[in-house]
């Protein structure tokens, strides 16, 4: 749907930074990344619409800020926009800026009827605001925007801003429940009569935001309950309706009927790029094998978009860059990071390269940076270093865990120092995360003992078919990972830990490209 305003939705081995001659060079790569994430944060603000208190658009992100025509502001944009200011503490001010615009321009009764919708909007050089009637989809503005209010608290502890605006809030939330039908999917708005996969893994993601709200900030389980069964209707009509078994892939979208076209994979957008939305959205989280399968596929289909050479982008696509973190491919990223500092970054932020484009770029660099394990819906985490750390201390490093940490050698050992390629368990609070900053490690060595054995990660992710051993063919069982149980893996992906077993002592060599096999 994405498409009726702008058709763009928007390995460390290889990322390279920029000489003073404009020739490339290997260079330290986190320097490389922070430079990434530092200039489009910067960008990102200085494009920001500040005005003198009380002007209408104090706070406005624009999608592409021009000095001698109008610019354009799409609340969906910049609502992704917003969400990477947050990876600076520095600019946290900003996106509360940008949600203070966003909740004076709400609507009390706009051409639907509804409350909580709000326009599209443009702003003059001269920095007067004008208002159009225009809405791309209100399911997504609304799921996005409740996306970002859950991210800034977490980034900032404020919740006393959250219930400062909590009738608004609702109303905002009450637009996703206005267009949602019976079989859990959203119409994109309610005179547009089409559900779309890349809206309803939106949607998902807004109704986890919301309960997250009511039941962390607002302290209203029931509401938390409720919202959180809408998440399940959403994820159920997703997965019964807009997936279609027979060719392994999702309907781009649905009509009133319930019939909806193939997805042509050939067709960049929307229909392959749709289906790498429910792994962005963790409707199909990336561990899981439907998204391997889709994240390969496209692959397949469209192997140059990391060089934003594909015949069908007509835009960056910095969002693709995101999934592919998601997915663990550093690689592909890389090549993303390298091309789009070349391209636009350098050059000045040419169009279309425009706000939401580089928040995407932000996050899927700071993902590069750290190895988030992310949380299961229990508290146990089974996990790895997947970089050489500054400190190996478990206090500094896990100063919220809720246990010791644990590791497996003849029996459990509680540990208050971690060493990369050794498998680990601990328990969190619930929602949290583990986060990892460090640099790469591409190759690691583990003594292993005659039976299980709780093995670790390495900072790319490869197949489990590559794991060499010393002696040779001592592994005789799968791995095995912990998803609310046990299940096999078929890859080592970094930051999770893996269960093993071996005929004898010897060697675990886990490297992303063995020498030996």
């Given amino acids: 749907m994405r498409h009726l305003f702008l058709c763009s939705f928007i390995c460390l081995s290889s990322v390279f930074s920029q000489t003073g001659t404009g020739s490339y060079h290997s260079n330290t790569d986190t320097l ?7 200039k489009e944060i910067a960008w990102i603000a200085d494009s920001q619409q500040y005005f003198s208190p009380g002007n209408p658009a104090d706070g406005a992100i624009p999608t592409h800020r021009s000095e001698t025509q109008n610019s354009q502001v799409s609340p969906y944009f910049s609502t992704l926009a917003a969400i990477g200011l947050l990876e600076d503490s520095a600019r946290h001010e900003h996106a509360r800026r940008y949600m203070d ?15 909580g919708t709000i326009y599209d909007y443009e702003v003059t050089p001269a920095g007067e605001e004008i208002q159009t009637t225009l809405i791309d989809a209100t399911d997504s503005y609304a799921a996005m925007f409740l996306v970002l209010l859950q991210q800034y608290v977490t980034s900032t502890n404020d919740t006393q801003y959250m219930l400062d605006h909590k009738l608004q809030i609702d109303t905002i939330i009450n637009v996703m429940v206005a267009t949602q039908q019976s079989d859990g999917l959203t119409w994109a708005k309610p005179d547009y009569h089409l559900k779309y996969v890349m809206d309803n893994a939106e949607v998902f993601m807004g109704f986890e935001a919301a309960s997250w709200l009511a039941e962390n900030v607002f ?3 029931a509401l938390a309950d409720s919202f959180s069964n809408r998440k399940q209707h959403t994820l ?3 997965r019964n309706l807009l997936w279609d078994s027979l060719s392994n892939s999702y309907k781009p979208y649905i009509d009133e009927a319930g019939f909806g076209p193939t997805a042509n994979w050939l ?4 229909d392959a790029v749709a289906q790498l939305f429910p792994i962005y ?9 439907e998204s391997k399968q889709l994240y390969t596929t496209f692959n397949l289909y469209h192997p140059q978009w990391s060089s934003i050479s594909d015949s069908g982008q007509d835009f960056p696509w910095a969002f693709l860059s995101y999934c592919a973190m998601l997915m663990g491919d550093t690689t592909r990223a890389d090549s993303f990071f390298l091309t789009s500092y070349n391209r636009f970054i350098q050059a000045g932020h040419p169009y279309p390269w425009h706000t939401a484009e580089a928040a995407f770029l932000i996050r899927a660099a700071a993902l590069r940076k750290i190895s988030p394990v992310r949380p299961t819906s229990g508290t146990w985490h089974c996990f790895s270093l997947p970089f050489i750390m500054n400190s190996n201390n478990v ?14 050698q003849h029996g459990y050992q509680q540990c208050n120092t971690l060493e990369n390629g050794v498998g680990y368990w601990v328990k969190l609070p619930a929602g949290d995360s583990i986060r990892f900053d460090g640099t790469p490690t591409d190759s690691e060595s583990l003594h292993v003992d005659e039976g299980w054995n709780l093995i670790g990660s390495i900072s790319e992710i490869f197949s489990a078919d590559s794991l060499v051993s010393v002696p040779d063919g001592i592994i005789i069982s799968s791995l095995f990972e912990f998803q609310n149980g046990y299940v096999s893996s078929d890859s080592i ?25």
Avoid: C, M
Wanted: aromatic fraction near 14%; glycine fraction near 8%.
């Fill in 32 to 38: 490389f990344l922070n430079e990434i994430i530092a």
């Fill in 101 to 115: 615009w966003y909740f004076r321009h709400l609507n009390r009764n706009d051409i639907y009827g509804l409350s």
């Fill in 219 to 221: 302290r209203e389980p």
């Fill in 236 to 238: 159920n009509g997703i």
């Fill in 267 to 270: 067709i960049f957008y929307p």
């Fill in 281 to 289: 959205g963790e409707v199909s989280p990336a561990t899981e094998q």
């Fill in 395 to 408: 206090d500094s490093l896990l100063p919220k865990r809720l246990t010791s940490v644990f590791r497996f």
């Fill in 493 to 517: 992906e970094p930051g999770n830990g893996y269960w093993v077993k071996v005929s004898q002592s010897g060697i675990i060599i886990l490297d992303a490209l063995p020498r030996n096999k």
